[in-house]
């Protein structure tokens, strides 16, 4: 997979900023996949292209996800923050020609996580999330979690993203908690052993 190749189409969509932190997120998934062994080479295309419709308006975004041939739910229609992942995944297929089903459900779920994640979804969900160009409340307690643990840092992220959605009144997607219920069962039925 020429990574350098979709660096550069991907330069072309983005400011400066974005496109940087797609470098940092293509660059932390590359660290995350050999410390958990997922596959480097997923890892480094999905971090690299996961925010490549972000700053894309909306009727592009639009256009991408029907092309492809998904349908969105009710509650996504309504959820633009939502978007980018979905017509990113939809991009890389239907633009770049990416038919890895990995690499793209990776992408269309770095925002939200779902339940039976896969190791490349975790490594770029948190990729995203600790990114070097990161500097939120409570990162540097991601990056620890991170180091010690894949699943109780996608645990502790999707517990950030709905803790922020909440406070702020905002709808919280449905694969989030799908994915936070299943972490949090898995954690449960460990600590009873």
Same mark, same amino acid.
């Given at each position: 997979?020429?990574?350098?190749?979709?660096?550069?189409?991907?330069?072309?969509?983005?400011?400066?900023?974005?496109?940087?932190?797609?470098?940092?997120?293509?660059?932390?998934?590359?660290?995350?996949?050999?410390?958990?062994?997922?596959?480097?080479?997923?890892?480094?295309?999905?971090?690299?292209?996961?925010?490549?419709?972000?700053?894309? @308006? +909306?009727?592009?975004?639009?256009?991408?996800?029907?092309?492809?041939?998904?349908?969105?739910?009710?509650?996504?229609?309504?959820?633009?923050?939502?978007?980018?992942?979905?017509? @990113?995944?939809?991009?890389?297929?239907?633009?770049?020609?990416?038919?890895?089903?990995?690499?793209?459900?990776?992408?269309?779920?770095?925002?939200?996580?779902?339940? @039976?994640?896969?190791?490349?979804?975790?490594?770029?969900?948190?990729?995203?999330?600790?990114?070097?160009?990161? %500097?939120? +409340?409570?990162?540097?307690?991601?990056?620890?979690?991170?180091?010690?643990?894949?699943? %109780?840092?996608?645990?502790?992220?999707?517990?950030?993203?709905?803790?922020?959605?909440?406070?702020?009144?905002?709808?919280?997607?449905?694969?989030?908690?799908? @994915?936070?219920?299943?972490?949090?069962?898995?954690?449960?039925?460990?600590?009873?052993?």
């Amino acid at each position: 997979m020429a990574v350098k190749l979709y660096e550069d189409i991907i330069s072309q969509r983005m400011k400066a900023p974005r496109f940087k932190h797609s470098k940092n997120v293509a660059k932390e998934a590359v660290r995350l996949a050999k410390k958990y062994g997922a596959d480097v080479e997923k890892a480094e295309l999905a971090g690299i292209l996961h925010d490549a419709t972000k700053e894309t @308006g +909306e009727k592009e975004q639009m256009e991408l996800i029907a092309k492809a041939g998904i349908v969105l739910t009710e509650m996504e229609r309504e959820s633009p923050k939502l978007w980018h992942a979905i017509s @990113g995944s939809a991009f890389v297929q239907v633009v770049l020609g990416i038919n890895d089903q990995e690499v793209i459900d990776a992408i269309r779920y770095h925002t939200t996580g779902r339940a @039976g994640m896969t190791l490349l979804d975790k490594v770029i969900f948190i990729a995203d999330f600790i990114s070097a160009d990161r %500097d939120y +409340e409570g990162v540097d307690r991601m990056r620890k979690i991170t180091e010690k643990n894949l699943d %109780d840092a996608v645990l502790e992220g999707m517990s950030f993203t709905i803790a922020d959605l909440a406070q702020r009144k905002i709808t919280i997607a449905p694969d989030t908690m799908a @994915g936070y219920n299943e972490l949090a069962a898995i954690r449960a039925r460990a600590k009873k052993s």
